[in-house]
Structures are given as C-alpha cells and as structure tokens.
C-alpha cells in the first residue's frame, strides 16, 4: 500500500512537471510573420506608436541602402517610407517619446577605396510625419555603439573609430582601428550633449538595455569593428546615470557573440543571434538568451528557426521581433540575406 502511495505521487509530480513545461513552452512562443521586403544585414530596428521600424541595410561593397520600412501588427505588412537622408550604417537607435533617434555610424568613404568611415551625425525621426530633422553632432565620431533612453536623455556608449591622432579617415580590416569607451548623452530638449564616465570595456556591436534606472551593456566585440579581426566577448558591465558610475561586472552572457538584436520588456533585457569567430569556427547564431538584473541571472529561451548576425529587432508589446539579417559569418565566403520576420510571443 506505501509503495502504491508514493508511485501515485511520483506520477502525480511527473504530470505536475509536464504541465508546467507545457505552459512555459506555450508562454515562449515563436512564429513567423511576414518577409522583410528587401532583405539585407546590419539593419537596426525600434517600436513607436504600436509599430516595428527597421532601417539601414548594407548592400555588396559596403554601400548603405539607407532604406526605412514601417511594420504594422495589425495587417501584418510592411510600408516603405522615406529614405534617411544620409548613407550609413552601423547606426545606434532608440525611441523616445514616440520619436525615434539616430546617432553615428559609418558611411562610405569620401575618397578612395571601400571602408567605414566613423561619423557624428545624429537624426531624429518622426513615424507619424515621415519626416527626419539633424540634430547637434555627436562629440564622438564612431559608429555601432548603443542608444539608451534614461531620465528624458539618450546615452550613446561604446562602438568604434580610428585610434586617437590617427591620419587614417576610415576604418578597414587590414587598417589600425579600435573599440572605443566613449559614453555620451544627449539631451533632446537643449539639443545638446555631454560628455559622460567612459565604459570600462571598450567595444562595439553589443546590446544594451536599461532596467531599475541602470544601464547594461552586454557582449559585443573588442579590439577592432570587424570580427574578421576583433574578439567577441560575454562580458555585461552596468552603469548607473544618476552618478555616473560603472558597477561591478555582472554575470556573462551564457554564448559569446556580437553584431545581435535586442530588446527590454518587462525588467529582463532579451539578446538574439549574433556572430563569432575563431580559428577554427565562423559562426551564426540562432540563440537567444535573457538576463535579469533583479535576480543576477540569464534565462536560455528558445531560439530561432535560423541563425543570422546583423539583425533587427524591437519589441512591440509582448512581442519581440527579428528582422532579416545575414545567416553566414563575416568572410565566409557567402553572403545570405534572410527575409525571415520571426516573432517571439512573451507572457
């Protein structure tokens, strides 16, 4: 009779375990939308007004697409809209009272051979007129750093450039460059910027989120903008804007990459895809992962149907969406732009 009881309540504690594996499976639920009209990689994406915007895109030769594209949840199809008026690439984004914000990049270079030359430029655009202002340039030039929003300010940390006294104009793999530390806010009501403490990891195509008034820059790459030549790295470092300082390091990132999607929803800052390399590996990834400041932990969600660097991605609601992006490793010898818009549904 015991040994009947307690086989009834291992069962009992089998179907209790299933049930909730059930329900996280359906709370964590991926579905495809539908296709990026012209498909490309190093686009970047932000919500407004209840849609998904990407920009950019980087077509064979370096040179920017410059294009913008507007997604609508409600009829599940994208709008072109007008170009953003400067050829770039590499760009930081983020929204801020329904507008959305540009700083940086690299554009084409002036003269010469093929490269990114690092710009200070900053825009601002407005989803419901369709329209772009220039604002006051970044003291900075670089390009693929973060943009966070905090207390009404933007906060443009990290990415690349060339070294400190340079005469180079551009960056390029076989040139001397670096990851920059540079941290920089913006203030849209004075159209002016100053200069913050600098991050103490150096690095460029990372992800960042803001959670409980911090700031969090998580991953990206060291060294140099390309990964052909740079290092990604797990590495999570936390600011706080109040008083300008840099905590301790917080836990890594479960899978080393950079050149991610991002986005913040509900305290806990989601990274998606990406790509490394070493010697012996080039690779794209399809994981996504999750860190809670609150409880100091990452969470291993489940990935994408397709693996892929240069990504965009934005929240809109509880959902979190992946946009196009190049599912080879940088120097592959392959090129292969996905139109995939996947969807991954939150509780």
Known sequence: ??????????????????????????????SRLAPF?????????????????????LA????????????????????????????????????LNGKIYMFGGFKYPDTGKPGWQPIDNAWEYDPATDTWKALAPMPTKRGSSNAVV????????????MHPGSKETFIHPARPHRAVDANEVYDPTTNTWEKRSPMPTARNHAAAGMVNNKI???????????????????????????????????????????????????GK???????????????AFRAVEAFDPVTNTWTILPSMSFP????????????????SGDAQSASSGAVTH???????ELP
Do not use: C
Not at 8 to 28: G, I, T, Y
Not at 150 to 161: E, F, L, N, P, R
């Open 37 to 57: 009209p012209e498909p490309s990689e190093e686009i970047w994406g932000a919500s407004a007004g209840g849609k998904l915007y990407v920009f950019g895109g």
């Open 216 to 266: 969090y820059i998580i991953a990206g790459r060291i060294g140099a903008a390309f990964i052909t030549r740079g290092s990604g790295v797990n590495i999570v470092e936390e600011y706080d804007p109040v008083t300008d300082q840099w905590g301790a390091l917080r836990p890594p990132m479960p899978t080393t990459r950079s050149a991610v999607a991002s986005g913040t929803y509900r």
């Open 1 to 30: 009779m015991v040994t009947a009881i307690k086989l009834l309540r291992l069962m009992l504690a089998a179907l209790l375990a299933a049930s909730f594996l059930v329900s996280v499976a359906h709370a964590q639920k991926w």
């Open 150 to 161: 905090h207390g009404g300010k933007i906060y443009v940390i990290g990415g690349a450039s």
């Open 338 to 344: 996905v139109e995939f818009h996947d969807v991954l």
């Open 308 to 323: 892929r660097h240069g990504l965009a991605g934005a929240f809109v609601g509880n959902r979190l969406h992946l946009v």
């Open 269 to 283: 800052i989601y990274v998606a895809g990406g790509e490394d390399q070493d010697s012996r590996k080039l690779s």
């Open 60 to 95: 064979p030769g370096w040179k920017p697409m410059s294009m913008v594209y507007e997604y609508d949840p409600g009829n599940d199809g994208w709008t072109k809209k007008k170009n953003i008026p400067l050829g770039m690439h590499h760009v930081a984004a983020v929204e």
